[in-house]
Structure formats: structure tokens, C-alpha cells
T-cell receptor, first 111, second 112 residues
Framework: EDKVVQSPLSLVVHEGDTVTLNCSYE??????LLWYKQEKKAPTFLFML????IEKKSGRLSSILDKKELFSILNITATQTGDSAIYLC???????????FGKGTKLSVIP | EPEVTQTPSHQVTQMGQEVILRCVPI?????FYWYRQILGQKVEFLVS????????KSEIFDDQFSVERPDGSNFTLKIRSTKLEDSAMYFC??????????FGQGTRLTVV
């Protein structure tokens, strides 16, 4: 059974801090790992990672995958209050369309 | 920007009643999904749909559930006889291929 473990489960930081969120996984025939941001309702897509060592970047957010050690990190630099959300990690395996999600990391950024 | 739209945003129903949750996926997407999230828990996969048939389903998706694409744009999830434990946020998602899935805003289903 596919499994995704995220850590920490919650995190409180001050504006301007840099944070690193962790995601480790077990999946049969890994295909991709995805990061989503969930504010009030819908998960919003951030990144999809398929290859080890290649950093994906979007503004202050970046993410990298290590397929040997089976984990990914999501970095947010210069955090802002608008970054407060639950960050979800999900994986998919080859031959499957379903995403298996972790429990998420709840990030709270305080002014 | 194209988005997945879901209606209604909130549905309250009595136990034993049938409900239909509706979704309009992004227009050029070929893969459609339903996920649910019980309050405080993980997002869980229910079913995927491609080429007018179910391609994959989870053990949650039992005989009480069905999906349909009644026309070229809508994608529905029907729960035949709702139970209290069906109360959850139901998300529809779509994707162009096996890659990133885009989620709708969800329908909060409350079974009383």
C-alpha cells in the first residue's frame, strides 16, 4: 500500500523566516510526487516532481526530490502571512491515476 | 484561467437519501477524479474516469457510489443511500494526462 508521511504536522514561524517541509513516501513503481497548497478548500497545485535532483522553483517556493532516499522537501523563503495554509504532498505510481496524499503540514506565518 | 467548478458548494441531506454532486472539469482534460476529505483527515481517492469508464477505484467506492459523464461537460458523483459517515468534503479533479490534477473548490456534504 502506498504511503506518504509529512513532517512536521504543524509549524509556526514569523514573517520573513525560511521553512522546509518534508515528505517521505513509499510507492510501488514511483511515477511522480506532487505538492499542493490547501487554504480554505481546494488543494491548489504547486509542483510536480518526477526526477531526482532537479529543483523546481516558483517565486519564493522551491522543491526537490530524492528518489534514492524516497523523500522530497518544499522550501519557502521570506515567508509571508499569505503562505499560511496546509501543504499537502501526494504520490502516484506507474499504471495508476490515483494520488495518495499525506496528512499535510499546517504552516502558520505570524506577522 | 480555466478551473474545475463544482456545485453545490454545500449540501445537507437526510440519511438514506440519494445525492448527486456535480462537476465541470477543465475543458481539454481527459481524466476525471473524485476525492473526499473527512474533516481533519487526509484527502482520499475515490475514483478515476477516462474514456467514459471507470479506470480505477478505491475500496471506499462501493456499490453505493456511481459516477457518470452525462454530457460533454459534466461529471457527476451519485451516492445512492447516504450514511452519516459519508459526511465529508468531496473534491472533483481533472488532468490532461497522468500528470498534475487540478481540483475544484469542493462540495461539503453533511448527512443528518
Amino acid at each position: 500500500e502506498d504511503k506518504v508521511v509529512q513532517s512536521p504536522l504543524s509549524l509556526v514561524v514569523h514573517e520573513g523566516d525560511t521553512v522546509t517541509l518534508n515528505c517521505s513516501y513509499e510507492v510501488t513503481n514511483f511515477r511522480s510526487l506532487l505538492w499542493y497548497k490547501q487554504e480554505k478548500k481546494a488543494p491548489t497545485f504547486l509542483f510536480m516532481l518526477t526526477s531526482s535532483g532537479i529543483e523546481k522553483k516558483s517565486g519564493r517556493l522551491s522543491s526537490i526530490l530524492d528518489k534514492k532516499e524516497l523523500f522530497s522537501i518544499l522550501n519557502i523563503t521570506a515567508t509571508q502571512t499569505g503562505d499560511s495554509a496546509i501543504y499537502l504532498c501526494a504520490v502516484s505510481g506507474a499504471g495508476s491515476y490515483q494520488l495518495t496524499f499525506g496528512k499535510g503540514t499546517k504552516l502558520s506565518v505570524i506577522p | 484561467e480555466p478551473e474545475v467548478t463544482q456545485t453545490p458548494s454545500h449540501q445537507v441531506t437526510q440519511m438514506g437519501q440519494e445525492v448527486i454532486l456535480r462537476c465541470v472539469p477543465i475543458s481539454n482534460h481527459l481524466y476525471f477524479y473524485w476525492y473526499r476529505q473527512i474533516l481533519g483527515q487526509k484527502v482520499e481517492f475515490l475514483v478515476s474516469f477516462y474514456n467514459n469508464e471507470i479506470s480505477e477505484k478505491s475500496e471506499i467506492f462501493d456499490d453505493q457510489f456511481s459516477v457518470e459523464r452525462p454530457d460533454g461537460s459534466n461529471f457527476t458523483l451519485k451516492i445512492r443511500s447516504t450514511k452519516l459517515e459519508d459526511s465529508a468534503m468531496y473534491f472533483c479533479a481533472s488532468s490532461e494526462s497522468w500528470g498534475e490534477a487540478f481540483f475544484g473548490q469542493g462540495t461539503r456534504l453533511t448527512v443528518v
